[in-house]
């Protein structure tokens, strides 16, 4: 993510609204990093619509990596 700076307000925008999405077990946001770190049920979210949600939120999301 980009913008996201060093605050936290910013990370826990992102955090309830990908927690939000149907499928997602647990999200932790770094600000300082700009990362989120999404857990979710295998198969029930895709990668472009957690994007989507960050873009929605008014941040920009880099090139996913999955684990």
Request: net charge positive.
């Amino acid at each position: 993510m980009y913008g996201l700076g060093c605050g936290g307000a910013g990370a826990t925008t992102l955090e309830r609204a990908l927690a939000a999405v149907p499928g997602v077990r647990s999200v932790y946001v770094n600000p300082a990093t700009e990362t989120a770190y999404v857990r979710s049920e295998p198969g029930a979210v895709d990668t472009w619509t957690l994007m989507r949600v960050v873009h929605r939120a008014g941040y920009h999301a880099g090139r996913p990596v999955e684990s």
